[in-house]
């Protein structure tokens, strides 16, 4: 797999990712199970992480 300059490494962007989960409130073990466990309130603030981590 080839990696452009400037890009994370994918180790380093699940760490990006994880981090901003947790400062969510998501810890690791909840992130870890499947996407039909999480509570509304979870789910929300997941969404709302892939938003603002997409602007």
Do not use: F, H, N, W
Request: aromatic share 2%; net charge positive; proline share 7%.
């Amino acid at each position: 797999m080839s990696v452009q300059p400037g890009t994370p490494a994918p180790d380093e962007a699940v760490a990006y990712l994880r981090t901003r989960l947790a400062l969510m409130g998501l810890g690791a073990a909840r992130i870890a199970t499947s996407a039909a466990s999480p509570s509304g309130g979870e789910r929300l603030k997941a969404a709302l992480a892939c938003v603002l981590d997409a602007a």
